[in-house]
């Protein structure tokens, strides 16, 4: 299995998330919502993963970037958004909000001790208010929505995917 190849690159925008689980579904929102607007090049891929945790392995493979999206325990107030990579990564996953995290981390990890190169990971993350059972986020978790998007966005932009709004998405702008 190859997780990182040397050719062009194949990217994967990845929502995580229990959307029962109030903020904790906010990945999938936001994946749900970029699959409705937007046209993605073929080189892009854009799943809602859920809560496979470990199961998402296979899903990695071939990939040169990984975009993730989910709700992270950062300590700030809720509704902050952060952009994660490298080595703040696995101390943001530490903090674990449910068991897809751990999911997450152990991903990483067994992909790190079989020897597998990892692709690049971003984690576009928002501080949640609340996981309690509930399919709403919070007002404050979903007041980012958008912005979380145009995170998205600016970063398929910085890797070299042109993404083309379709015809019934809102107009605004991800490169500011």
């Given at each position: 299995m190859t997780l990182c190849p040397k050719s062009s690159p194949r990217i994967l925008v990845l929502g995580i998330g229990n959307t029962i689980m109030s903020d904790?579904?906010?990945?999938?929102?936001?994946?749900q919502e970029l699959q409705r607007e937007f046209h993605f090049p073929s080189s892009v891929d854009v799943v809602d993963g859920g809560t496979l945790g470990?199961?998402?392995?296979?899903?990695?493979?071939?990939?040169?970037?990984?975009?993730?999206?989910?709700a992270v325990e950062t300590g700030k107030r809720p509704g902050s958004?952060?952009?994660?990579?490298?080595?703040?990564?696995?101390?943001?996953?530490?903090?674990?909000?449910?068991?897809?995290?751990?999911?997450?981390?152990?991903?990483?990890?067994?992909?790190?001790?079989?020897?597998?190169?990892?692709?690049?990971?971003?984690?576009?993350?928002?501080?949640?208010?609340?996981?309690?059972?509930?399919?709403?986020?919070?007002?404050e978790v979903n007041?980012?929505?958008?912005?979380?998007?145009?995170?998205?966005?600016?970063?398929?932009?910085?890797?070299?995917a042109h993404v083309k709004p379709l015809a019934k998405s809102p107009h605004f702008r991800w490169d500011q």
């Open positions: 904790d579904g906010v990945g999938a929102k936001v994946v470990l199961d998402l392995l296979p899903l990695l493979e071939g990939r040169s970037h990984v975009i993730m999206v989910d958004c952060v952009r994660l990579t490298g080595e703040e990564l696995p101390a943001a996953l530490e903090a674990k909000l449910s068991p897809h995290q751990i999911g997450l981390k152990d991903l990483l990890g067994v992909a790190q001790l079989t020897g597998h190169a990892l692709p690049e990971l971003v984690l576009i993350g928002v501080q949640p208010k609340s996981i309690a059972v509930g399919s709403e986020l919070t007002a007041m980012q929505v958008e912005t979380m998007k145009g995170a998205v966005l600016k970063e398929l932009e910085r890797i070299g």
